[in-house]
T-cell receptor, first 114, second 111 residues
Framework: DTEVTQTPKHLVMGMTNKKSLKCEQH?????MYWYKQKAKKPPELMFV???????INESVPSRFSPECPNSSLLNLHLHALQPEDSALYLC?????????????FGSGTRLTVV | RKEVEQDPGPFNVPEGATVAFNCTYS??????FFWYRQDCRKEPKLLMS???SGNEDGRFTAQLNRASQYISLLIRDSKLSDSATYLC????????????FGTGTRLKVLA
């Protein structure tokens, strides 16, 4: 299995909703990442988990809350988002020392906040 | 100055042309380098790693110049299917490895 699976593929949520994005990989990767990508912009790093521990938070607002329940799963909990948070949210995984083939990205969740 | 910079393009080239992209980075301690390709509304996909000695994969050649802090991607005999955004990636570490993406270069190959 060489894939990173993200669900849902599309999500529309209101500003008062609570929702979660899910990411799963079974490649034995011990580093997992959340990125946010706006149209015509490069992906921007949000969070890095290494060996299931949060190692980087790029000053992301607290309305985004990551969680890594085990080495295969990564969640992003969303609460009280703003319309400007609408974007493509990408999950990625890699070997912890980034040897080999770098990141593997999931196909993303396209989020629209209304 | 941005950590990783690319010419956003677009580069419009005819089929069969050779096209080259450059990417400059500011952190001299950067450790690894990659080129990714991203199609419209899709996730980035690894195109190739970049090594100091240069590496080639079919029509694609990547080079790293550490002294001048840039990486390059050369595409020979361009195909229509090469139309995409090409993102360079520079890896830094401060305990944890972190990908820094360039702004991306749009390529459109014309029939």
């Amino acid at each position: 299995d060489t894939e990173v699976t993200q669900t849902p593929k599309h999500l529309v949520m209101g500003m008062t909703n609570k929702k979660s994005l899910k990411c799963e990989q079974h490649m034995g990767h011990r580093a997992m990442y959340w990125y946010k990508q706006k149209a015509k912009k490069p992906p921007e790093l949000m969070f890095v988990y290494s060996y299931e521990k949060l190692s980087i938070n790029e000053s992301v607002p607290s309305r985004f809350s990551p969680e890594c329940p085990n080495s295969s799963l990564l969640n992003l909990h969303l609460h009280a988002l703003q319309p400007e948070d609408s974007a493509l949210y990408l999950c990625a995984s890699s070997q912890a020392n980034l040897q080999g083939n770098g990141y593997t990205f999931g196909s993303g969740t396209r989020l629209t906040v209304v | 100055r941005k950590e990783v910079e690319q010419d956003p393009g677009p580069f419009n080239v005819p089929e069969g042309a050779t096209v080259a992209f450059n990417c400059t980075y500011s952190n001299s301690a950067s450790q690894s380098f990659f080129w990714y390709r991203q199609d419209c509304r899709k996730e980035p996909k690894l195109l190739m790693s970049v090594y100091s000695s240069g590496n080639e994969d079919g029509r694609f050649t990547a080079q790293l110049n550490r002294a001048s802090q840039y990486i390059s991607l050369l595409i020979r005999d361009s195909k229509l299917s090469d139309s995409a955004t090409y993102l360079c990636v520079v890896v830094t570490t401060s305990g944890t490895y972190k990908y820094i993406f360039g702004t991306g270069t749009r390529l459109k190959v014309l029939a």
